[in-house]
């Protein structure tokens, strides 16, 4: 079982917007600004997508945002396209985890 | 360009010893925290553990402390993981990952490695 809590499965159309989750405590998530998430497609490596909650690295379309509320933080897909079908994952730096925790990921379906 | 490369996909027997390796390159690998995060099949992602190279200092999960060892070369530029006796519960994909670290906390992992899968069956 994951320390973080992420649903499944999502899916969306194309040019839709879709939110992922990703539920935690306050002893991560919502202690914490060090929330990321990581798209990986089948037989690739992750490859991340936000870091501290809401900073996106170089070269990651803007469509990719994610904030946080409490306890939960969301990786919002705007404008989705085909090549955003992907598992996403997200972490957290967590108390009593100084390598950060992991959740169990959600898989993305674009319709 | 900061690129991680990773030694090729190994299939071994329960019991067997097995070292993997990441070859580090596009950065100073002395100065940064290098570690390993484990992909089950069909299942998400999992650190192990991290090393700095600059002090062969390594810190592992609790799941896998006294199950694998993390070291580093740094005449190499290379991080390694290594088993003494396998299991077959060991078959994954093992992924060499350079986190973002803030105080000796991981932040996040900017680069990761292509993957190495390990298979032990018998």
């Known amino acids: 079982q994951s320390a973080l809590t992420q649903p499944p499965s999502a899916s969306g159309s194309p040019g839709q917007s879709v939110t992922i989750s990703c539920t935690g405590t306050s002893s991560d998530v919502g202690g914490y600004d060090y929330v990321s998430w990581y798209q990986q497609h089948p037989g690739k490596a992750p490859k991340l997508m936000i870091y501290?909650?809401?900073k996106r690295p170089s070269g990651v379309p803007d469509r990719f945002s994610g904030s946080k509320s409490g306890n939960t933080a969301s990786l919002t897909v705007s404008g989705l396209q085909a090549e955003d079908g992907a598992d996403y994952y997200c972490?957290?730096?967590?108390?009593?985890?100084?390598?950060?925790?992991f959740g169990g990921g959600t898989k993305l379906t674009v319709l | 360009e900061v690129q991680l490369v990773q030694s090729g996909a190994e299939v071994k027997k329960p019991g067997e010893s097995l070292k993997i390796s990441c070859k580090a390159s596009g950065y100073s690998f002395a100065n940064f925290w290098i570690g390993w995060v484990r992909q089950m099949p069909g299942r998400g992602l999992e650190w192990m553990g991290i090393?700095?190279?600059?002090?062969?200092?390594?810190t592992y999960s609790p799941a896998f402390q006294g199950q694998v060892t993390i070291s580093a070369d740094k005449s190499l530029s290379a991080a390694s993981l290594q088993w003494s006796s396998l299991k077959a519960s060991d078959t994954a994909i093992y992924y060499c990952?350079?986190?973002?670290?803030?105080?000796?906390?991981?932040?996040?992992?900017?680069?990761w490695g292509q993957g190495t899968l390990v298979t032990v069956s018998s």
């Open positions: 990952a350079r986190p973002m670290m803030l105080r000796e906390v991981v932040i996040t992992i900017d680069y």
């Open positions: 501290e909650v809401t």
């Open positions: 090393i700095y190279p600059g002090e062969s200092d390594a």
């Open positions: 972490s957290s730096y967590a108390d009593s985890h100084n390598l950060g925790v």
